[in-house]
Every structure is written in structure tokens, then in C-alpha cells.
């Protein structure tokens, strides 16, 4: 980050004055394993796909091909290309500033020497991408042995390709207008086939390129049906290769103009070279006779000294530190004063864990071996592109060091979670749109912090932080608190249902909730959506206080109930858990308690929706027909007919009516088989529906929650009992509802 002041630049932190210089620093060589990197991120089925896209991009593999050009400087210098085929539309070669041609020729040209140093010393948006200076120099086209003019252009990337290339305005959009700048020849060597969407005679590349990245912009040119099409074609203006197709000039080109075939990536070596006190030394010393020389394995690591408060680098100032003697020549040295950068040490973190009593080796390559890959890495996606690819070049380098057997990645599943965000805005301690920790946790406590942010959003999703959330989550857990406390001093009666003999529906619909909960929440903790598994644990919750206000609950279930969601709440709320466990009165921690087991109970999904779409029906009815204090509910289920009905339609194609209405078993029930043969064809898709006395069974079971929400009795007939006009009415998973007032 920078600030700028009277036209310099100012660094943000300490007010000076920024300056730009040539250093010499250390690198890894990180793109020796460019190509390695890049395809295994295709067998790293646990990791995002937008990360892997990340590393993709970041990485980057084009296929194409180098070939030399003979400088009058007397140098050759190499290109690297993707599209070969319109080698003989070369018509200027460019130069990046910081190429070592270009270099050479600024000691020896003062307009070239002046035009890098205006580059390199301006801000990208103050040059033009036209801009650059002719060298008065010359290089040899292969294909044509034409001598094209040597520019430097501030176009060319020093870190793209080779940083120099050949020109070709006909196909190239900065070419051409570089060309158009300089008034440089601009001559056309591949044209649109003859089945291509565009005609050959519409295109002129004095006007526009044709170019060379794979796609015409055909915005301006007549006749084209499209907006963008394929560039490929055949070569003109090409000499012995006239009608040749891009494809195979691209082929034959390499070897008739002595190329090699070459995968070129977008990463570049790795600068580990900081000029800071906080990182690990560079175990090198400088000799004034052997040169660098590494510092020997058994004087490894190299310690920091003592900090010195100092300007500039903060090792060159401790003197004693650096003073050191030559590993090969005993001669006096210095060591090397720049440090590594910290994604050095975090490159290879994990390994340590497995033996961090270790202090003769960096880790225990034996169990590093067994232990690795990582099973689950969490991390923000923020490190796709740096931190998780050293890691990954780390691995690689340490398994071809010996050091690891055969492992070459090091995380096998990857999350990333998302950003916090405070009005609007990304967290961020350095703009101060942050909330203080020490504060929320004096009023709401560490765990309600925890419980707001896993439960506002799934992890990989950023969430904005707001105080109502808070709030919510606070209220929740000391809802829960309270309910436990009620029951830890007797101040909740329950029962014992089964010494009783009066076990009831709604003992077995909450002891039911609660095996369907541990289900639900056991399958989403292990996937990671907390946000999901919260859910159903505030939904038994909230479903416990109204069994509580409902009835005296049985004190098996309700115990049970307690324990289950005190333990389901440890993972995000750990020390309020504590706390529920211990007023239970259960021994040791809720942290070494066993995890509850429970499997869902046979179609609970289906017949949850069961309940929920008969309660939303009684509250449409009442709402419609204005029932302001309905007395009694009567529920029909769908006589065993129509269950029959739609279990044949799920199985039947082409006429379902007629189908159905060949079966014996339905001709009896008439014309009203007729309409709701009808009504199935029309639905679709049928999905499973629980059988008439399960419907029965699950809707018994939630007539506690109707009396609760309607203050209202509430009658279900059981299949075949109902009044005739009422079961009717009724469809599997829709049963029939009469309401009086």
C-alpha cells in the first residue's frame, strides 16, 4: 500500500519516501515442479474447485514453442510463442525494459536509457501501453531473414514468456496498435477458412487485428453472424506454406525454423528474500574468495540474534552476528543478512506437529510418512494461490529430498472459510473496522461469539457480523441454560410414563425428535455446515420448552432430551456445555463424554413434511375463512385406495389414467378413481409417500403441537374411519382438515 505525496510515493506505515532498487535475493526454484503442480491439482477431489481453478490460473500452462532471433547486437534472444503459424507476419521485435538486451543497450543509448528509467520510475496508469523506444537496432526474422526493428516496449512483461517477442500487428491487438503508434508495416499471414462465419474479403487488418489470442472481435466487420469466432485459418503472405492451416504450421514451423516444442507457465521462482528480523536466516555466508558458501548441516539452524532497533535491515546491524569464518576456507566471511520469507516456516508447519519434542531433525520422516497427508486442512481462501501451493512444493521437494516416502501433497480435504464482515466491509485491524473481543466477551461470552458466526453462515461463505445476531445467539444460550437449571432444582414436574402406564404420543413424538437430531446433527458437523446442524439443535430446544409448557413431561425422555442437546452444543459452545453437564450431574467432562449415537427414525423426512404441510393447511383455512377461535380439528387420512393409486402411478409410463383405471382394485371406487387418476398424471414427478397407518401414526403424534397453536381439540380418524365428505378431501400426504368454530 502506498500514498502519494507532491507526486512521490509514500509508504503507508512510516511516512517515507518509497525508492526503487536492484537487489540481490534469494529464490526457490519453485517452477522446476511448475508442471507437476499443475496437473495433480486434478486428482485433489477434497479441495474447492474454485481453489484448484485458483491454482489453475495462478500456475497457468500454455503449449507452444521457443525460437531463437539473431540480434545486429550480436545476441540471440529467445521467444516463446503459442502461435508460431504467423511467424512470417513479424514485422518488429519487442523488448521488455528489464530484459538484458534491453539492459545493455540503455548503457550504450541514452533515448533507450531514458525511456527505462521513465518506466520503471512511473506508475503503470501514467505510461501508455503504445509507448517505447526504437534501439536503432535489427533482428533477423527466421522465416523470412527480413530485419525487423528493435523496440523496447513497456507492453512486454519481463515475466511473461521470455520478455521479448516478435510482433505481429495483423494478429495481435497490442501489436497492432504499437504498430499503428510507430508507423510499422502491418502485413496479414493468416485469413479465415472457407467454412469460418466470416468472409476473408471483410477482413482488413489495417483497421483491425485479426488476432492471434484465439478470437476475433467481429464487432465491426460485415457480414459476420457472430460476435466472436475461432482465428485459426489457413496461411497467406506465408511463402512455401501459403494454405497451410494454423494447426500443422504450428507443427512444422518448430522444426523448419530450428524451435523446440515448450510448455511455458505463469508461475514464476519463488523471492524468499526479506529484508526483516522476523524470519529464519538464509544459512549462507559470503566469502571474499569461494563466494556464498551454504552454512554446514551440523551448525543448522541458524538462530536470530538479539534484536537491534535500527533503520534498514535490522540483521546488517548486528555486527557480531554477522562476523563469521568460511566453511571452506576458514577465511573471514560474513553470513548473509536477509531472512525468508514467513510462508517458508508455514510451508511445512504441519510436518513439525507430528514430532515437535524433535531437536536433532526438522521432523520425524517415519511418521511424517505414516501420518501424511493431512486429513482436513481449514483455511481461508485468501492463501489459494501462495501459501497452499509452497506447501505443495514443499512436500514435493521434501519426498524427493528422502525425507518423506511417497507422499506428494500434503492436504487431502481443504475448507475455506469465508470473511467476517462489519458494515458492509471485510474485517480488517489496519482500518479499524473491527469489534474488540475483550468487550463482547465481558457481556455475551466466548461461546455466543462462537454459536453467532457458525451458525449465521455455512464456513465457506463470508457472514456480516451484526449485533442482533449476537443478541439471538446470547438469548438462545441462555434459554437453554435456564431450561436445564429449572430441571437440575426441581422446578420443571415430570413424570415416570412408563412405571405410569401412560406413555403418550407426545413422549414418543419428542423422543423421536430427538434421534432424528442427533442424526441430522452428527451427518452436518461431519460435512461442515454447523450452520445447518445448529438449526436442529435450536429446533429441539425450542421443541422442549414447549413440551415443558404442554404437559409434565415424562422424565426419561426429558432428561435424555437435555443431555443430548448439551452435547451437541459442546463442538461450538464448549463452556456453557460444562456448565449443562454439570447440572445434570453427570461425572467428568461434557469434552470426554461419549458422542450420542442415533439413527433417524424410517421415514422422519417424509413425515416431518407431513406435519409441517397439515399445520400450514390449518393455518390457511382458519386465516381464509376467518375462524377467529376454532373449537375442534378433524384430520382424515387418505383412504388406502388412493395410497394404492399413487404407489402404481410412481411405477407406470405413457397413459397413466388408462393404466390405473384397468386395475380391478380401483374400478370400484368409480369416478372418484377416475378424478384422482387424472390429478396423478397432471402431478409429475410423485414422491414417496409414508403408507395410510404411518400417516396415521405421525400425525397422532403432533396433535399436541395443533391443541398448542390453535387452542383447539384436534381429532385424526384413523384410515377408513373418517366421514365420507372428509376423507375425500384427502390425498396421500395431504390428509383432509374440517375445522369448527
Not at 671 to 676: N, T
Request: net charge negative.
Amino acid at each position: 500500500n502506498v500514498n502519494t505525496e507532491n507526486n512521490v510515493e509514500i509508504c503507508w506505515r512510516c511516512d517515507t519516501a518509497i525508492e526503487h532498487r536492484e537487489l540481490e535475493q534469494w529464490f526457490f526454484t519453485i517452477t522446476d515442479y511448475a508442471e507437476e503442480l499443475y496437473d495433480e491439482l486434478d486428482a485433489l477431489d477434497g479441495w474447492p474447485e474454485n481453489v484448484r481453478e485458483m491454482q489453475h490460473n495462478w500456475i497457468g500452462k500454455q503449449e507452444g514453442a521457443s525460437v531463437a532471433f539473431e540480434l545486429t547486437t550480436g545476441d540471440s534472444v529467445e521467444i516463446f510463442t503459442t502461435r508460431l503459424d504467423t511467424i512470417y507476419g513479424a514485422t518488429f521485435f519487442a523488448l521488455s525494459p528489464g530484459h538484458d538486451v534491453a539492459q545493455q543497450l540503455a548503457e550504450e543509448d541514452d533515448d533507450v536509457a531514458e525511456y527505462i528509467h521513465r518506466v520503471e520510475h512511473a506508475d503503470e496508469e501514467e505510461v501508455d501501453e503504445t509507448s517505447g523506444v526504437f534501439t536503432g537496432e535489427y533482428a533477423t526474422n527466421p522465416a523470412t531473414g527480413e530485419e525487423i526493428p528493435v523496440y523496447v516496449a513497456d507492453y512486454v512483461l519481463a515475466d511473461v514468456g521470455t520478455g521479448a517477442l516478435y510482433a505481429v500487428p495483423a494478429h495481435d491487438d497490442r501489436d497492432h496498435a504499437f504498430a499503428e503508434e510507430h508507423d510499422i508495416p502491418i502485413r496479414q499471414v493468416v485469413e479465415p477458412t472457407e467454412d469460418a462465419e466470416v468472409d476473408p474479403e471483410n477482413v482488413d487488418v489495417q483497421e483491425q487485428a485479426y488476432t492471434e489470442d484465439g478470437v476475433l472481435d467481429l464487432g465491426e466487420i460485415e457480414g459476420s453472424s457472430d460476435e466472436r469466432t475461432e482465428s485459426d485459418g489457413v496461411l497467406v503472405d506465408s511463402g512455401e506454406f501459403d494454405g497451410l492451416d494454423s494447426a500443422e504450421a504450428r507443427e512444422r514451423f518448430v522444426e523448419a525454423f530450428d524451435g523446440e516444442f515448450r510448455t511455458a507457465h505463469s508461475l514464476r521462482d519463488w523471492c524468499i528474500s526479506r529484508q526483516r528480523y522476523w524470519g529464519t536466516p538464509i544459512p549462507f555466508v559470503e566469502c571474499p574468495d569461494c563466494g556464498y558458501v551454504p552454512v554446514p548441516e551440523d551448525d543448522l539452524p541458524v538462530e536470530l540474534p538479539e534484536f537491534i532497533r535500527t533503520t534498514g535491515n535490522p540483521l546488517d546491524a548486528a555486527q557480531e552476528w554477522k562476523t563469521t569464518t568460511c566453511p571452506d576456507c576458514g577465511g573471514p566471511a560474513q553470513r548473509e543478512t536477509d531472512t525468508m520469507d514467513t510462508f517458508v516456516d508455514s510451508s511445512w508447519y504441519f510436518l513439525r506437529f507430528i514430532s515437535p519434542e524433535l531437536d536433532d531433525a526438522p521432523f520425524d520422516s517415519e511418521r511424517a510418512t505414516d501420518w501424511m497427508p493431512v486429513d482436513q486442512y481449514v483455511g481461508g481462501i485468501e492463501h489459494a494461490t501462495m501459501h497452499l501451493i509452497y506447501s505443495r512444493f514443499f512436500t514435493k521437494v521434501l519426498d524427493d529430498m528422502e525425507l518423506l516416502d511417497g507422499v506428494r501433497e500434503p492436504f487431502e480435504n481443504l475448507l475455506t472459510q469465508g470473511m467476517v464482515r462489519k458494515d458492509g466491509a471485510a474485517m480488517s485491524s489496519s482500518t479499524g473496522n473491527v469489534v474488540s473481543p475483550a468487550p463482547f466477551v465481558k457481556r455475551f461470552g466466548a461461546d455466543t461469539g462462537r454459536l453467532f458466526m457458525l451458525n449465521a453462515a455455512q464456513p465457506e461463505k463470508a457472514l456480516d457480523w451484526t449485533e442482533e445476531g449476537a443478541e439471538s445467539a446470547h438469548a438462545f444460550l441462555q434459554n437453554v441454560h435456564d431450561l436445564v437449571a429449572r430441571y437440575a432444582e426441581g422446578e420443571i414436574d415430570t413424570r415416570d410414563a412408563a412405571a405410569a402406564g401412560d406413555g403418550g404420543t407426545i413422549d414418543e413424538y419428542v423422543a423421536r425428535e430427538i434421534e432424528a437430531t442427533v442424526a441430522t446433527a452428527t451427518e452436518e458437523f461431519e460435512a461442515f455446515r454447523f450452520n445447518h446442524a445448529l438449526q436442529a439443535i435450536r429446533e429441539l430446544a425450542s421443541l422442549l420448552r414447549r413440551y415443558v409448557d404442554h404437559t409434565d413431561p415424562d422424565e426419561g425422555t426429558f432428561e435424555r432430551a437435555l443431555s443430548t442437546v448439551a452435547r451437541l452444543l459442546a463442538p461450538v459452545a464448549p463452556h456453557v456445555a460444562e456448565e449443562l453437564w454439570a447440572h445434570l450431574g453427570r461425572d467428568g467432562l461434557i469434552a470426554e463424554a461419549d458422542w450420542p449415537e442415533a439413527d433417524e427414525p424410517a421415514g422422519y423426512e417424509t413425515a416431518r413434511l407431513l406435519v409441517e404441510n397439515t399445520r400450514e393447511d390449518v393455518r390457511d383455512i382458519v386465516g381464509v375463512a376467518g375462524i377467529e377461535d376454532p373449537s375442534l380439528i378433524e384430520i382424515a387420512v387418505a383412504p388406502e385406495w388412493k395410497h394404492y393409486a399413487r404407489q402404481q402411478a410412481r411405477d407406470l409410463d405413457g397413459n397413466v389414467v388408462g393404466q390405473l383405471m384397468g386395475d380391478e382394485r380401483l374400478q370400484r371406487h368409480g369416478e372418484a378413481a377416475a378424478d384422482y387418476a387424472k390429478a396423478l398424471a397432471g402431478e409429475g414427478h410423485l414422491d414417496e409417500q409414508l403408507p395410510p397407518e404411518r400417516e396415521y401414526e405421525a400425525l397422532t403424534r403432533a396433535v399436541w403441537l395443533l391443541e398448542r397453536e390453535f387452542d383447539a381439540e384436534v381429532v385424526v380418524s384413523e384410515p377408513g374411519e373418517a366421514p365420507e365428505d372428509l376423507a375425500a378431501k384427502a390425498t396421500p400426504g395431504r390428509p383432509g382438515i374440517q375445522i369448527e368454530e
